[in-house]
């Protein structure tokens, strides 16, 4: 209800003042009054960021916005072509609204000392809040020195370096602070991955599901079943890749961005809803039950057959001893497989993880595995455990939230 009449008054501010949805909405016959609850919604045609990488950036700004005071922000995607975000003021303070109900489920309270490791590192933080920016860029030893000094109760970050950074403490046969919850954001978290780190860490790490265009969407509480997703200022839709296919892209539409408005847009991210009933920590949002991985990192074999991300990590994920791992498909009949496993327990593995490809991959293809002590994560952009080089054209990328 709440959800309708927001999404009403989006709808008519869309259709007055923004170039783009004045045509779309034309160009389909549909008119504003077409549009009045949440169940009309999917009358309107979806929107990827190629679309919007098309059109004059002009023609996405509602008219009456104040264009100078709008925030800019850039989104990076992976498929090298920046995107821009014009948000206003109203719009900036429900984003850091939610970033904050977001960490509060995640243990989080005002005063509490947090450490934010993003790509605006350079920032000075909010001393006065007790809040500590550092850079992504920093080296993990000094990251490590930053954070016994510091010594804060919640560490958010980006998916790559904290990694790095856990692992750096085990390396150098530190503990990891007892008090210090870690939030993971910008980059699937595995659950190899977060086995591997939490059994570091000694305690759940939480991940937060957001983008650039939209700020923080969906967050794991504390009792981590499933991701929160933020009903109150984001409509979330599961829509079928194709009239065949099981797999589902989550299609999103902000109620609060008024500035440079998207409606129905195109995450380019596979995802489950759950079931309806309550998580354990009382909260009502409706939840994913995971993020799944990009749509462009879908399989794809000469046949034609797609195998979903999480096809593989699912599958991957009961292998014991298996501390990170990445599939790439570089050509549409092979997969390879680098795996990251203690010397020690690669004959253990090796077994275990040829089953699973020749079930998975070898009806449609073949494999080769690799073993690593250590995978290579610094490639530009976000590390993806399954990745496929096929596609390029990226819908969007999941980005910094803060
Ligand atoms: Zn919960």
């Known amino acids: ?12 501010h869309a259709c007055r003042e923004v170039p783009y949805y004045q045509q779309l909405f034309r160009e389909h016959g549909l008119k504003p009054e077409h549009i009045r609850t949440v169940e009309d919604l999917p009358r309107i045609p979806s929107t990827s960021k190629a679309d919007l990488l098309k059109c004059d950036p002009d023609a996405l700004l509602s008219r009456s916005a104040d264009r100078a005071r709008l925030h800019y922000d850039c989104s990076s995607g992976s498929s090298g072509k920046p995107f821009g975000v014009h948000f206003d003021r109203c719009y900036i303070q429900n984003r850091n609204l939610r970033f904050l109900r977001g960490l509060w489920a995640a243990g989080y309270r005002p005063g509490k000392r947090l450490m934010l490791m993003t790509d605006r590192g350079d920032s000075k933080g909010r001393p006065w809040m007790n809040w500590k920016q550092v850079s992504v860029e920093m080296e993990a030893q000094e990251m490590l020195g930053t954070l016994r000094k510091f010594r804060p109760q919640v560490l958010y970050g980006f998916g790559t370096p904290l990694r790095n950074l856990i692992e750096f403490c085990k390396s150098s046969g530190e503990v990891w602070p007892a008090d210090c919850r870690v939030v993971w954001t910008a980059e699937t978290l595995d659950p190899c991955t977060r086995r591997h780190l939490e059994s570091i860490t000694g305690s759940p790490i939480c991940d937060f599901y957001g983008m650039t265009e939209m700020g923080l969407v969906a967050w794991q509480c504390s ?33 609060t961005l008024y500035a440079m408005p998207l409606i129905r847009y195109e995450t380019g991210d596979l995802a489950e809803l759950m079931e309806a009933d309550t998580c354990s920590c009382d909260s009502r949002l409706p939840r994913l039950r995971q993020v799944q991985g990009r749509v462009i ?53 090796d077994a275990q993880i040829r089953n699973i490809l020749a079930e998975v991959i070898q009806p449609y293809a073949s494999f080769d595995i690799h073993y690593t002590q250590r995978l290579d994560m610094n490639r530009p952009g976000k590390f993806r455990c399954v990745r496929s080089d096929l596609l390029t054209d990226s819908p969007c990328e999941p980005d910094s939230l803060s």
């Open 1 to 12: 209800m709440v959800q309708s009449a927001a999404l009403t008054s989006l709808v008519e």
């Open 223 to 255: 009792a981590q079943q499933g991701y929160h997703l933020a009903n109150e200022s984001i409509v979330s839709e599961l829509v079928p890749l194709s009239q065949q296919s099981a797999d589902r892209q989550l299609i999103l539409t902000n109620l």
């Open 297 to 349: 990192d879908t399989l794809k074999f000469p046949d034609g057959h797609r195998i979903s991300p999480y096809a593989l990590i699912n599958r991957l994920e009961l292998v014991a001893g298996l501390n990170a791992f990445q599939v790439i498909q570089r050509r549409e009949d092979h997969v390879d497989l680098t795996v990251q496993v203690p010397y020690d327990r690669r004959s253990a593995v």
